[in-house]
DNA sequence: TATTTATCTGAATATTTGCTCACTTATTGA
DNA sequence: TCAATAAGTGAGCAAATATTCAGATAAATA
């Protein structure tokens, strides 16, 4: 259960990638069905059309499939961030802001209820987790600073982005998930974008 | 496992009542020594000092108990925020927003990891989340009625309360769960506040 | 008090499920 | 061509865990 992490194969040959490629596809789509029930080692590898010993020659147990689900996720939200705060590196407050929000929500909206799911799975005191929420500090610490004169005066940093970062994520993962009908996804996003710069610059 | 919800007897004695209550505060105690993987039936009989027996006599299946234990929650949260509405009926926007916002921190505080954990456990689609997210919406959509006037007159109301439900759970769950070390529990209420007002005035 | 009803018990059962391992098949490269 | 290595298989094991049930105890009630 609280497994020592044994090492697995790794992945060598392409159909050994194509078989790492079905478990994790199978998960998700077992994920998206709604019935998390039948998230079990022996279904997914059904699901996958694979052995469940096949499974096992590159995940150590179950959980590992599931983190690196996460870490999967976890990556391209930082990559997408990345990106966002490279190409608005002179862009006004606002554009940057918008591109983050846009950028964050697109994300989410490839895969819903993805990690809200998977973050049910996933112990949240794991390594990535925590790594994650710090560098979506650092990154919204970074944005922002380029933009200090646009922000009062007397702020605390870390106190604004402590709201920053919650702010974005609820309002990205609500706009996604928890919309209530009447509204649009582009209305979310711009109440979104409205909602963060009101704070910002108040 | 997909359980047919069999009924089950209702405690009427005093006797009764006290197992009940036993089961439902061992589970707390026993998610918040953070030994989740020990939630099991029998360990939950025996940290509760019953048998597993008088368990099921309340309980039709394991996930009942937790079930029993998100509905309180909700029916807490409901309460604080209904008492919140009363008692500020005639105050300033301002006023009412930092009432409800210490509110809901203070309530959350009580059981820091209880909801998370819960959240895990109970399926997202039961029908007490969902009455519970619109009776908020109703909640937040009435209170920042009586305070129009504050607010930039073309407003969609829907849109403002989407985003107001968002970020005050979000705010407040950080503020409790998710807050950095360095940041004290009023400092981030404080912002929080301003955060909200901010937003609502722009 | 006698009877009925409510409550409690916990060993035993039934089920689920993560995971192994001995073996087969495919691919590589010398 | 032919070892050597990589990949794949799936029946079955072992452990965990939810749940039952037949019987004991306590409280209520007539």
Redesign the interface.
């Known amino acids: 259960?609280?497994s020592a992490a044994t090492p697995r194969r790794a992945p060598r040959q392409h159909r050994a990638q194509q078989t790492v490629e079905a478990i994790l596809g199978a998960v998700l789509r077992i994920l998206r069905r709604?019935h998390p029930?039948s998230l079990t080692t022996n279904h997914i590898a059904e699901a996958a059309g694979v052995s469940i010993g096949s499974v096992y020659q590159y995940f150590p147990d179950k959980r590992a499939i599931f983190s690196a689900l996460h870490q999967r996720h976890i990556d391209e939200i930082d990559r997408v961030i990345g990106a966002v705060l490279i190409q608005h590196a002179t862009s006004s407050l606002e554009a940057l802001v918008r591109a983050l929000i846009e950028a964050m929500i697109e994300a989410h909206a490839h895969d819903p209820a993805l990690y809200?799911l998977l973050?049910?799975e996933v112990p949240?005191r794991a390594g990535g987790t925590q790594d994650f929420?710090l560098r979506l500090?650092g990154a919204f610490r970074l944005a922002i600073a380029a933009h200090l004169h646009e922000l009062a005066p007397a702020r605390?940093l870390?106190?604004?982005v402590?709201?920053l970062?919650?702010?974005v994520?609820?309002?990205c993962?609500?706009a996604v998930l928890?919309?209530?009908p009447?509204?649009t996804l582009s209305?979310?996003t711009e109440?979104?974008v409205?909602?963060v710069?009101?704070?910002l610059?108040?």
């Open positions: 259960m609280t709604g029930d809200e973050s049910a949240h929420a500090h605390n870390d106190l604004t402590f709201v970062t919650h702010m994520e609820s309002l993962h609500g928890r919309r209530p009447g509204i209305a979310a109440e979104a409205h909602a710069l009101a704070y610059r108040s």
